[in-house]
Nanobody, 114 residues
């Protein structure tokens, strides 16, 4: 069955960096575009970034543009989110999503605080 497992979250100081991973199983990642979303406490889940199946098309939310980078390694069935220059407002649970079929991972907590 389709599974998405996020990892790499944690506590980081403002200005720091984290790299999130989304390990996919149960399907061939190379056929699917993938997305990252996040949900902060008391707020709705929001789009962060998307990447096409080949990596040739990428989009970001305005709030993370220039600071976050989405990438993928189809050979490893993994999607990544490199997050630099982190701000307290980036604190959220980050989710990986396969939009076709509406599959979500369980999320990984990112906390940006001094």
């Amino acid at each position: 069955q389709v599974q998405l497992v996020e990892s790499g979250g944690g506590l980081v100081q403002p200005g720091g960096s984290l790299r999130l991973s989304c390990a996919a199983s149960g399907f061939a990642l190379s056929y699917y575009g993938m997305m990252w979303y996040r949900q902060a406490p008391g707020k709705e889940r929001e789009f962060v970034a998307r990447i096409s199946n080949t990596g040739g098309s990428i989009n970001y939310a305005d709030s993370v543009k220039g600071r976050f980078t989405i990438s993928r390694d189809n050979a490893k069935n993994t999607v990544y989110l490199q997050m630099n220059s982190l701000k307290p407002e980036d604190t959220a649970v980050y989710y990986c999503k396969r939009p076709i079929g509406d599959y979500w991972g369980q999320g990984t907590q990112v906390t940006v605080s001094s």
